[in-house]
């Protein structure tokens, strides 16, 4: 079992950068693969970024490829996601997920853990 927490969403201009923060709790976390997801109003979950349990690997969407970027540290038990060149399609709610898988995931299916989810709203 982990517990997740998300931090660091606010409301920045295009263009503007953000730093997403995601700690877990357990002793066990470098044991997750973990990925970040959003969901805009009326649209459906979609994948942002993954990592593997080692940070060796990275995957994204392409939507966001070259302006993300996705790190963990396992010592601090935080995996984060670094945004930049923010736009205004952006705007979401910025959920992590930890799965139990050790390699790359992308599904949400694959992610049995979540946090509670951070605001990002970027404005034109």
């Known amino acids: 079992q982990v517990q997740l927490v998300e931090s660091g969403g606010g409301l920045v201009q295009a263009g503007g950068s953000l730093r997403l923060s995601c700690t877990a709790s357990?002793?066990?976390?470098?044991?997750?693969?973990m990925g970040w997801f959003r969901q805009a109003p009326g649209k459906e979950r979609e994948f942002v970024a993954a990592?593997?349990?080692?940070?060796?690997?990275?995957y994204y969407a392409d939507s966001v490829k070259g302006r993300f970027a996705i790190s963990r540290n396992n010592a601090k038990n935080t995996v984060y996601l670094q945004m930049n060149s923010l736009k205004p399609e952006d705007t979401a709610v910025y959920y992590c997920?930890?799965?139990?898988?050790?390699?790359?995931?992308?599904?949400?299916?694959?992610?049995?853990?979540w946090g509670q989810g951070t605001q990002v709203t970027v404005s034109s």
């Open positions: 990592i593997n349990w080692s940070g060796g690997s990275t």
């Open positions: 997920a930890a799965s139990t898988a050790m390699g790359i995931v992308v599904e949400t299916k694959a992610f049995p853990y």
């Open positions: 357990g002793r066990t976390f470098s044991s997750y693969a």
